[in-house]
Nanobody, 123 residues
């Protein structure tokens, strides 16, 4: 299978910045999309940003202009630069990756999630 390991969460004051990283490992053939989702207490998990292997990015309206997603295909790593953070950005942030990997029966698709990293923005 494919494992995702996130890092970079923490506590920051409103207006501050954080950078999240997520590295994928395993018998990866290719990664089509990598993205970030978040889930605040009592809320459903929501898309924050997603990026394709060619670099096309899409953002939730609530973070457009403040967050930037990028990826390093050679390292199978995706980043989320978060600027001008607001208290409403407080949530657990999850990394997601979709693509294909080797298994003993041949190629197979994967849709993997990281363990989540807490981002807390104080007012």
């Amino acid at each position: 299978q494919v494992q995702l390991v996130e890092s970079g969460g923490g506590l920051v004051q409103a207006g501050g910045s954080l950078r999240l990283s997520c590295a994928a490992s395993g018998s990866i053939i290719s990664i089509n999309t990598m993205g970030w989702f978040r889930q605040a207490p009592g809320n459903e998990r929501e898309l924050v940003a997603v990026i394709t292997s060619s670099g096309t990015a899409n953002y939730a309206d609530s973070v457009t202009g403040r967050f930037t997603i990028s990826r390093d295909n050679a390292k199978n790593t995706v980043y989320l630069q978060m600027n001008n953070l607001k208290p409403e950005d407080t949530a657990v942030y999850y990394c997601n990756a979709r693509g294909s990997f080797y298994r003993h029966t041949g190629y197979a698709p994967f849709d993997s999630w990281g363990q989540g990293t807490q981002v807390t923005v104080s007012s």
